[in-house]
């Protein structure tokens, strides 16, 4: 299913880009949701993991993706990134259980997960497909909500 998803959200979709950031106050160990080994996993032979954060606050937007991979600095440690929806603000809700991923030569790693957010235009709270794709090589990620 990704397969087909990712490449057209990357090239042509009307998708909204999420905000993928460094690790900051997001990324937390007491974020990570528990129980932890429920709420992480590890891809790509354990060179990357996600795992799925809730820093409490704002209650409508609390939910993170944290994504440790490569490249490897000089020390030899992942790079650290978040996923969230935008200026610090994350989802309300993640299908972290339900994640699905594929890899593709082409775009590399390519995740899909379902999210609820907090739309205020609307102010409701809405559904979406996030798709993110992450290149081990270079370390970019790319992420989209559908």
């Known amino acids: ?36 080994e ?8 354990g060179d ?20 440790l991979s490569p490249p490897y600095d000089e020390l030899g440690g992942r790079q650290c990134k978040t996923i969230g929806l935008s200026n610090g603000i994350g989802f309300s809700g993640i299908g972290f259980e339900e994640i699905q ?5 082409a ?12 739309d205020g235009e609307f102010a409701d709270y809405l559904s979406g497909d996030l798709l993110f794709s992450l290149n081990q090589a270079t370390g970019r990620i790319e992420a989209f909500l559908e």
């Open 1 to 36: 299913m990704l397969r087909y998803l990712i490449p057209f959200v990357l090239v042509a979709s009307p998708a909204v880009s999420q905000e993928v950031v460094d690790c900051d106050w997001h990324a937390r160990a007491d974020a990570i949701y528990e129980p932890w």
């Open 101 to 105: 991923a594929e890899y593709d030569p």
């Open 48 to 67: 990357v993991r996600l795992a799925l954060l809730d820093t409490i606050e704002p209650a409508a937007g609390s939910f993170h993706l944290l994504v």
């Open 107 to 118: 775009f590399g790693l390519m995740f899909g997960v379902q999210v609820q957010y907090f």
């Open 38 to 45: 429920e709420f992480s996993r590890t891809y790509a032979s």
